[in-house]
């Protein structure tokens, strides 16, 4: 069993940035292809962005250069620095993990508040 705790979420206005975190209680943390997903009030979870056991990132359309996802494997963390943030941007954001060997190993963080509104 996996535990994934994100944090860093907040209030801030438009324009603004922040930087989410979400560390992993796991030793295999590296084995993990790590992902982001979002949902706003009203609507469905959205994948965001991930980054690979290898490296490897991808993001949806409506992050593409505004967002940037890492990971530290030493620290076994997963990062999702946003930057320009929007009000459509407000959502509760959610930390997710899948053991590369095992795909049906999936594991999900309790979400962190972003809201952006002036």
């Known amino acids: 069993q996996v535990q994934l705790v994100e944090s860093g979420g907040g209030l801030v206005q438009p324009g603004e940035s922040l930087r989410l975190s979400c560390a992993a209680s796991t030793r295999l943390f590296s084995i993990h292809h790590m992902r982001w997903f979002r949902q706003a009030p009203g609507k469905g979870r959205e994948l965001v962005a991930v980054i690979t056991s290898g490296g490897s990132t991808n993001y949806a359309d409506f992050v593409k250069g505004r967002f940037t996802i890492s990971r530290d494997n030493a620290k076994n963390t997963v990062y999702l620095q946003m930057n320009s943030l929007k009000s459509e941007d407000t959502a509760v954001y959610y930390c997710?993990?899948?053991?590369?060997?095992?795909?049906?190993?999936?594991?999900w963080g309790q979400g962190t508040q972003v809201t952006v509104s002036s």
């Open positions: 997710n993990a899948e053991n590369r060997y095992n795909p049906t190993n999936v594991y």
